[in-house]
């Protein structure tokens, strides 16, 4: 969604804290000398926060009220132009205080958040509902066609606009306090599920301490979990969480099924009841979000999303979904009759459950295609995986990555490089951050520590839960890891290349924003790339063509399995936000008639569930989750292009795409896409890919 505010106070859902005093000289309140601008984070201690915010966001609001109170006509540049620019005090304070909430929390970080979040969403308010302000607003909109505006002043004029009515500018003032009163209890209820997720996340562990129990696991699994429990202080066990690095490949090759049962329940009924219950939350959130949309003239929170999406409303959204559901569960079905045989082969009599899908389905996997997805992870070092992703864009687009030690980081284990443009001009600084900590949330994500536009050179984040590693070797990476390495990376690129001139329209519609990220995707696993990366981290030997090949052979099995269970997730976030009545439902029972009304199997568990779905409850996703989708039919067609060029590099097609992810939100996304692909997406390329034609 579309905000009124510029980017800068946005970003910043930010938290706002108390009266404590700073015991050392605030760095939020003096300019950056550190190199590129780079946030000093060994000099921000948590007592700056508070007072940083507080002083953005007074700011901010003098800004606001000289920009309302003009005595001169509204103009563009004295009311829209002058409104992009306000709230430049409380940015840096927003973006580096979000990415450790997100990277780096602790105990204090969320309590200033808990704190901050409602004091934040006052602050929107007091600016989106400000009556002088939004007067100017709508004179300047009105006066647009006696106004001479370059197309991308005409379309920040139309966001900003677009923006203060989505907001609730144009209500009637006893609207506008409901709707403040909501906007308050939804910032309050999103901190509460996030925390609770964490926590719960977090505190799980599965401690094994007989060998016996650990058959099947490979030798790195292993060995990271004995890593693990040493950490914990449980020397001379293994130690499982629920971290992905973890999770995952106990449940694809521990052959004791009664863990793994234990593994998957623990992750799947994560914050359904006990002390971190998140359920009452989800469906208060659920309540509050159809309160607001009626209050804003649309039936359902899908239809307030999706109106400002590329799909426009919940009938595009579940005709894709449709389109692909049914032969996603064929597939589905198909393999788990695979399944059930082999598992008969083992447990006579017994019927396949969720928590033995992917250990038979790897199982599979190795008899019909001879591909262990062991022998893969020697050639997918993180380091030349990373460097593999550097060169698919130096090769499309000619930028640069170096190194850049001696920065200020957040932690130890976090990277920094400076990209460049091939004629040396600096482009921003890119931080990685791939490993789990206890203070990381999961999942992986791109971010930024500064806004770029205009001169202003970014600073963008990956940061990630990938294997860490162990026994003295790097860290290798399976498969998914290695994709989503360069999904991540292709959001930073969207960052890197925007030549904006506005920061507020840098963004782009939910279910456009996955494409430049998806689309690289494409690249990971293509075989000449492969054979320029995916290298022993022993012997320096490029992956053999023999296990490339069983790579592609086996590219598609699993796919029934992997689109159902996210399909699953798309229909469950649908059906929560076309909701028309502000009612506080059951969770878990509405969720088990949606999913049931569908059909979805019993041995597939949605990918998120309704306790744990922090894209939709509180990570921005709501009404959105199936963007990834809809952008994947973009990135298979968009790829498509360079495939009909016979040329993975084609400088042309790359050109073209390049000025695709420069534009930002300055042109609409279907119109960008036309541009660059001459017509609009098929989905046939995407039906392909995934083995569902």
């Avoid at 939804?186 to 599920?193: E, T």
């Avoid at 990630?464 to 860290?475: D, L």
């Avoid at 490029?542 to 069983?550: E, N, R, S």
């Avoid at 029972?589 to 009304?597: G, N, P, W």
Wanted: glycine fraction near 8%; charged fraction near 25%; include cysteine.
């Amino acid at each position: 969604m579309r905000a009124v505010l510029p980017l800068s106070a946005l970003v910043c859902l930010l938290p706002a804290m108390s009266n404590t005093p700073a015991a050392t000289p605030n760095p939020f309140f003096t300019p950056w000398k550190t190199p590129y601008g780079a946030p000093p984070f060994a000099e921000i201690k948590s007592e700056h926060y508070v007072p940083a915010f507080k002083e953005g966001m007074a700011r901010h609001k003098a800004e606001v009220k000289a920009i309302a109170e003009s005595k001169q006509k509204p103009t563009f540049a004295n009311t829209i132009e002058a409104l992009e620019k306000s709230g430049s005090f409380l940015e840096p304070v927003a973006t580096v205080f979000y990415s450790l909430s997100s990277a780096e929390t602790n105990a204090q970080l969320q309590a200033i958040n808990r704190e901050v979040a409602p004091l934040l969403s006052a602050h929107r308010d007091d600016v989106n509902f400000n009556d002088q302000l939004w007067l100017r607003v709508k004179a300047v909109w009105e006066g647009r066609s006696k106004t001479k505006l370059n197309p991308e002043q005409t379309r920040l004029l139309e966001d900003r606009y677009k923006g203060f009515v989505r907001a609730g500018a144009a209500l009637a003032p006893a609207q506008k306090e409901q709707m403040r009163a909501i906007n308050a209890e939804l910032s309050k209820l999103g901190v509460q599920y996030g925390d609770k997720l964490l926590k719960a996340t977090k505190d799980y562990q599965l401690v094994v301490d007989k060998a016996s129990d650990l058959a099947g696991l490979p030798e790195g699994v292993k060995n990271a979990a004995a890593e693990a429990a040493t950490r914990a202080g449980k020397k001379g066990a293994w130690l499982f969480t629920l971290d992905g690095p973890s999770l995952w490949p106990f449940l694809q090759y521990a052959d004791n099924r009664e863990l793994r049962r234990q593994m998957l329940t623990a992750y799947t009924e994560r914050c359904n009841g006990g002390d971190q219950d998140t359920r009452a939350i989800a469906s208060r959130i659920a309540a509050l979000r159809v309160e607001k949309a009626k209050l804003l003239g649309f039936p359902t929170w899908a239809d307030f999303v999706l109106a400002d999406n590329m799909a426009k409303n919940p009938k595009n959204v579940f005709d894709l979904l449709d389109q692909l559901w049914k032969p996603a569960l064929n597939v589905a079905k198909r393999d788990r009759a695979e399944l059930q045989a082999m598992m008969e082969k083992d447990h006579p009599g017994e019927k396949l459950q969720a928590w033995d899908w992917r250990y038979y389905e790897e199982k599979v996997r190795k008899a019909r295609f001879d591909l262990d997805e062991e022998a893969l992870k020697p050639y997918f070092a993180l380091d030349h995986v990373r460097e593999g992703a550097f060169m698919v864009a130096h090769k499309l687009y000619g930028i640069t990555f170096t190194e850049r030690k001696g920065l200020p980081v957040y932690h130890p284990e976090v990277k920094v490089f400076e990209v460049k443009e091939k004629d040396g001009r600096s482009l921003g600084l890119f931080y990685v951050d791939y490993h789990p900590r206890p203070g990381k949330r999961g999942g992986a994500w791109c971010g930024r520590l500064r806004s770029g536009y205009g001169n202003v050179k970014p600073i963008v984040t990956n940061v990630c839960n990938f294997t860490r590693p162990e026994g003295g070797k790097p860290a290798l990476l399976t498969l998914d890891e290695v994709e989503t390495l360069f999904h991540e990376f292709g959001h930073a690129l969207h960052g890197f290349f925007y030549h904006g001139q506005y920061k507020g329209l840098a963004s782009t519609p939910r279910d456009f924003v996955e494409l430049p990220s998806q689309v690289m995707e494409n690249w990971a696993m293509e075989p000449q790339v492969l054979k320029l990366y995916a290298k022993h981290y022993q012997t320096g030997q490029p992956m053999p063509d023999a296990l490339i090949q069983k790579i592609h052979s086996a590219g598609t099995y699993g796919q029934g399995f992997k689109t159902t269970e996210y399909l699953a997730a798309s229909l469950l976030d649908m059906a929560w936000h076309t909701l028309s009545e502000a009612k506080e439902l059951d969770a878990m029972a509405f969720e088990k008639t949606t999913l049931d009304q569908r059909g979805l199997l019993p041995e597939i568990p949605a990918r998120y569930r309704t306790p744990y779905f922090n894209h939709i409850w509180g990570g921005g996703y709501s009404a959105g989750y199936y963007a990834y989708v809809w952008s994947e039919v973009l990135d298979a067609d968009a790829f498509q292009a360079f495939k009909e060029k016979g040329d993975l590099f084609h400088p042309a097609t790359a050109k073209a795409f390049r000025r695709l992810l420069s534009m930002g939100g300055i042109e609409p996304g279907d119109q960008l896409y036309r541009t660059f692909r001459g017509r609009d997406p098929k989905v046939e390329p995407l039906l392909e890919r995934r083995g569902l034609k």
